[in-house]
């Protein structure tokens, strides 16, 4: 288990430049699958849950060859699909989330994808049911080993395209479903289809390879099947959970910080989340300037009044995965907050370290927690802590760099699962941060 230990209590300043996005090089990643010929990406993020994926590409027979920092090439010509089903893949396959994407491509371009049931964050029951749904309804068959906990899906005779309405704007789910539907004969059509900018790259990368989609961006999606694709190359966005987890930084340690090239277009309702908390972002070009917050920042009310409230909802709506930074934040604002977290029940938990640190939270039931502010007349108080997941990991350490003495946060696997060499960037814009184990 890593380890950092973290001297808090200073102010930080200089630029960070986003690494690539984690999502959306997961999902990217699965479509190299889709064709013999060379992909070529970049801008790939060098992150725990990144490399075990491109080590799973490896295992199952993909050409890979680094051509620069985070730029490689993929070719998928000459695949071993026994790996698929062999003991080692049951074991590998389960240590990530982004691997379930892994079973859409190759049920379209091979007639079958099997998968271990895959890891990721312990954040609340993670279903599987639209992505298996989806492909049934292309006409796959479907397996479930219980006792193995392994997934299979397979069409001897190719899959149809048809008209979906999916349960849940599921973000894996759809990018998997797409990936088989675009080999699937005539026309699928995916409603209530999510449609984050992962999505919306992962789209026109396949059509840059000969795919037809129409509908990108949207929740409704429509795909004419083809015969076979060809390579491309294809350039990750810069994380925009990264660049949420910097702005909350900046924001709680009081530093002057520039994020830059964010693709402001690709932030959705990210900046205007972290203003209800009265966070100065100012957009100059395409990157973003924080200013110290000197004075502190203040909670904004509603129009008529009542509570401030920031919660979770599909894309466009505002990420989940950013509700744990914003909640840390909060905890030294002027003024209260409710912060509820819809979609994931367990994620919330870790707000137990943040009291224990003097911080004043109401967990009001798994989803709802209200947050009532410091305003800085009260710093919080170093501890140890365990990361429990990725985004409370990070959370934790935006917490220990604002408080008052030397934390320690241990199994910081979580947090290098999505965030690249995070001590040595934070060191570089002046952090006290060791990696100790
Ligand atoms: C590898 C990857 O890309 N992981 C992301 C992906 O996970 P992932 O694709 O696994 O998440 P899903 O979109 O399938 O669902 C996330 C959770 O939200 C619930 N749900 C989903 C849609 C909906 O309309 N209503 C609803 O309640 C689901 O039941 C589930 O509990 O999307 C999540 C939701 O943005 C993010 O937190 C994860 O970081
Ligand atoms: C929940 C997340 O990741 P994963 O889906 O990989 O567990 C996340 O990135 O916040």
Known sequence: MGTFRIEGGHSLKGEINPQGAKNEALQILCAVLLTPEKVTIHNIPDILDVNKLIHLLKQLGVKIEKTGKGSYTFQSDELDLDYLTSEKFKQEGSG???????VGPLLGR?????????????????????????????????????????????????????????EEASV????????????????TTIYNAACEPYLQQLCNMLI?????????????????????????????????????????????????????NVSWDHLGLIPTNFRKLGINIEKRGD???????????????????????????????????????????????????????????????????????????ILCDPHRATVIGHDFQSQLKATTMVSPDIRAGISLLIAALSAKGTSIIHNIEQIDRGYENIDERLKAIGARIERIA
Not at 130 to 155: C, P, Q, S, W
Not at 172 to 187: D, E, L, Q, S, Y
């Open 96 to 102: 990530l989330r982004g691997s379930i994407m892994l």
């Open 110 to 166: 091979f007639g079958k994808g099997y998968i271990p049931r895959p890891g990721g964050d312990k954040i609340g029951r993670r279903r599987l049911d639209t992505h298996f749904e989806g492909f049934i309804k292309l006409g796959a068959d479907f397996r479930y080993n219980k006792e193995e906990r392994f997934y299979g899906v397979e069409a001897k005779n190719g899959l149809t395209g048809t008209y979906m309405l999916l």
């Open 172 to 187: 894996t789910g759809t990018a998997n479903i797409i990936m088989a539907a675009v080999f699937a004969r005539g026309k």
């Open 208 to 260: 840059r390879m000969g795919a037809s989609i129409k509908g990108v961006g949207s929740n409704l999606l429509e795909i004419e099947g083809v015969e076979e694709l060809s390579g491309c190359t294809h350039t990750i966005l810069p994380d925009m959970i990264e660049i949420g987890s910097w702005i909350g930084l900046a924001a709680m340690t009081k530093s002057e910080i520039t994020i830059k």
């Open 287 to 361: 990157d973003i300037f924080i200013p110290a917050h000197k004075d502190g920042y203040e909670v904004q009310s509603f129009i008529d009044g009542s509570i401030m409230n920031i919660s979770d909802a599909p894309w466009p709506g505002f990420t989940p995965d950013l509700l744990s930074i914003i909640l840390v934040v909060a905890t030294q604002a002027r003024g209260s907050v409710l912060i509820h977290q819809k979609m994931f029940e367990s994620r919330l938990f870790f707000v137990d370290k943040l009291i224990d640190m003097g911080a004043k939270i």
